[in-house]
């Protein structure tokens, strides 16, 4: 069963409406779900939040460590509660699916996600547990770091916060250790791989080159 449901995201205002932040939004809309309310953790690094369900203790945890040392938190709590990580369900955004689908699955690469990739590292294996939230690809990697730290369109934000509410219906199987329901509920139809948006081409200039350099990639992601 899943003891510990993480969300990955930033901190601060600056980036809550991030596509990066589509983690933190599952984990705010499962705590109104619970009726819970996250709080500052020092010794976890992240907001987090417990309580009990048929007599198993559960907890939600956002880390606030800013997304490439978000291990750092994962595996604090962990450790101390003795947290398996099969136990673990980590939400986070996926390039690779469009908004309004996700998909769930167990271990694997971390595909570049930085966040993932330090949960690796701190836990020492990739055996926990996905929650994949897609919110679509900008077409070119090098768009990548502008994309993710930008706010999504309106009917991407939409879609994103549809399937968040269809995940959260997976919550009593996840917490009963019926992941091959939970999978169903979560995917209902095979995700469909993001499509690119076409590039738009200028007439105005023959220049090659591009004048704006995505920011060098920092500690946001």
Same mark, same amino acid.
């Given at each position: ?6 969300? /990955? ?8 409406? &991030? ?31 417990? &309580? ?36 673990? /369900? ?5 390039? %690779? ?20 990739? %330090? ?36 009917? %991407? ?65």
């Amino acid at each position: 069963m899943i003891k510990l449901f993480v969300g /990955l995201g930033n901190p601060g205002p600056e980036y809550e409406s &991030t596509r990066h932040n589509a983690g933190f939004w599952w984990i705010d809309a499962l705590a109104r779900e619970l009726k819970v309310t996250l709080q500052m953790e020092k010794g976890y690094h992240g907001l987090v939040a417990r &309580t009990t369900l048929h007599g198993q203790a559960l907890w939600l945890l956002e880390p606030q460590t800013y997304m490439n040392l978000s291990g750092k938190s994962v595996a604090s709590l962990a450790r101390f509660f003795k947290i398996a990580p099969q136990e673990i /369900l980590v939400a986070h955004d996926e390039l %690779d699916i469009a908004p309004g689908h996700a998909k769930l699955k167990l271990g694997g690469s971390h595909a570049g996600h930085n966040g993932l990739r %330090d949960i690796h590292a701190q836990l020492g294996t990739d055996a926990y547990w996905r929650l994949r939230l897609g919110i679509g690809h900008p077409g070119t990697k090098a768009e990548v770091v502008n994309w993710v730290l930008k706010k999504p369109a309106l009917d %991407d934000r939409i879609g994103v916060d549809q399937c968040i509410d269809r995940c959260k219906k997976a919550f009593p199987a996840f917490i009963a250790g019926e992941m091959d329901k939970a999978t169903l509920l979560v995917h209902t139809s095979k995700p469909p791989r993001a499509h690119p948006p076409k590039p738009i081409v200028s007439i105005a200039t023959t220049s090659t080159e591009n004048p704006e350099l995505p920011p060098s990639p920092g500690s946001a992601l």
